[in-house]
């Protein structure tokens, strides 16, 4: 299964943006998926999980302004509202336990 993160983009404090991660080459529909995020000079962090049954789990850091959910068994989605500066990274897929190769990732900048 290749992942191929797509949405990110420059948005200024307090805007909204929607990231999607799709699957190629076969598809994610029996595994929790994660949204992660890594920002220059930080390890890489779990923002978002959601289970194949819709449970979802947050960092305290985005909880209340980060939306994950999938719409498929090969589409993931993380909305995120309230962007602050510290939202700022390259933002990529996977499950938890890293099952598949990282995909390139979207790039997320919140600034004014």
């Known amino acids: 299964v290749q992942l191929v993160e797509s949405g990110g983009g420059l948005v200024q404090p307090g805007g909204s943006l929607r990231l999607s991660c799709a699957a190629s080459g076969g598809h994610f529909g029996f595994y929790t998926m994660a949204w992660y995020r890594h920002a220059p000079g930080k390890q890489r962090e779990l923002v978002a999980a959601i289970t194949v049954g819709g449970i979802t789990n947050y960092a305290d850091s985005v909880k209340g302004r980060f939306t994950i959910s999938r719409d498929s068994a090969k589409n993931l989605n993380l909305q995120m509202n309230s962007l602050k500066p510290e939202d700022t990274a390259v933002y990529y897929c996977?499950?938890?336990?890293?099952?598949?190769?990282w995909g390139q990732g979207t790039q997320v900048t919140v600034s004014s």
């Open positions: 996977n499950t938890p336990s890293v099952t598949f190769n």
